[in-house]
T-cell receptor, first 116, second 116 residues
Framework: NAGVTQTPKFRILKIGQSMTLQCTQD?????MYWYRQDPGMGLKLIYY???????DKGEVPNGYNVSRSTTEDFPLRLELAAPSQTSVYFC???????????????FGPGTRLLVL | AQSVTQPDIHITVSEGASLELRCNYS??????LFWYVQSPGQGLQLLLK??????LVQGIKGFEAEFKRSQSSFNLRKPSVHWSDAAEYFC??????????????FGKGTKLSVIP
């Protein structure tokens, strides 16, 4: 049981390039999330998904796209990379969502992205 | 809007000393409260959570936290710190919005350094 895995671990992009950050979980969790973490800041939610085929915006969705074709995978797409997207990106998953289910989010190790 | 404040950006303690990390939240109702730990280069790991009931919550690695409604606080404590506790600690609040969606809001984090 690997939990939540993310690839790549580190990437350098040029302005205007595109890339996909991969996230996979093997816990059969319904809910998946993408966060970004900037230095000295907490995590900000980019997008989340409540199941295959269903996604919704979080707090900071601009410049990103997601898809959820399977329960296991939740890739994050950057279409036109900008320096403001330099950050550490974390994927997380949970079985249910919300306190009534005693939700616990499990995090991946992160992808460090540098846009120059 | 809900907010989470961790007043201390960086704390240094000696190994074996006690530890208290502060967390204050801003919200009218009882929130759902979490503490996560992030070791260097790693994702976030849940230490403990409070949903209801006993206001003193026990977590992993010998940590505990106490919910104080009157002070809007959820401080994290450990009686004797180990060198391996050096990490960054994040407080988070989970709340339902009026539209029924559920969000986690993270504080900016407190970095803990441990002196041998």
């Amino acid at each position: 049981n690997a939990g939540v895995t993310q690839t790549p671990k580190f990437r350098i992009l040029k302005i205007g390039q595109s890339m996909t950050l991969q996230c996979t979980q093997d816990m059969n969790h319904n809910y998946m999330y993408w966060y970004r973490q900037d230095p000295g800041m907490g995590l900000k939610l980019i997008y989340y998904s409540v199941g295959a085929g269903i996604t919704d915006k979080g707090e900071v969705p601009n410049g990103y796209n997601v898809s959820r074709s399977t329960t296991e995978d939740f890739p994050l797409r950057l279409e036109l990379a900008a320096p403001s997207q330099t950050s550490v990106y974390f994927c997380a998953s949970s079985y249910e969502r919300g306190p009534r289910y005693q939700e616990t989010q499990y995090f991946g190790p992160g992808t460090r992205l540098l846009v120059l | 809007a809900q907010s989470v404040t961790q007043p201390d950006i960086h704390i240094t303690v000696s190994e074996g000393a006690s530890l208290e990390l502060r967390c204050n939240y801003s919200y009218g109702a009882t929130p759902y409260l979490f503490w996560y730990v992030q070791s260097p280069g790693q994702g976030l790991q849940l230490l403990l959570k409070y949903f209801s009931g006993d206001t003193l919550v026990q977590g992993i690695k010998g940590f505990e936290a106490e919910f104080k409604r009157s002070q809007s606080s959820f401080n994290l404590r450990k009686p004797s710190v180990h060198w391996s506790d050096a990490a960054e600690y994040f407080c988070a609040v989970g709340l339902y919005s009026g539209a029924g969606s559920y969000q986690l809001t993270f504080g900016k984090g407190t970095k803990l350094s441990v002196i041998p």
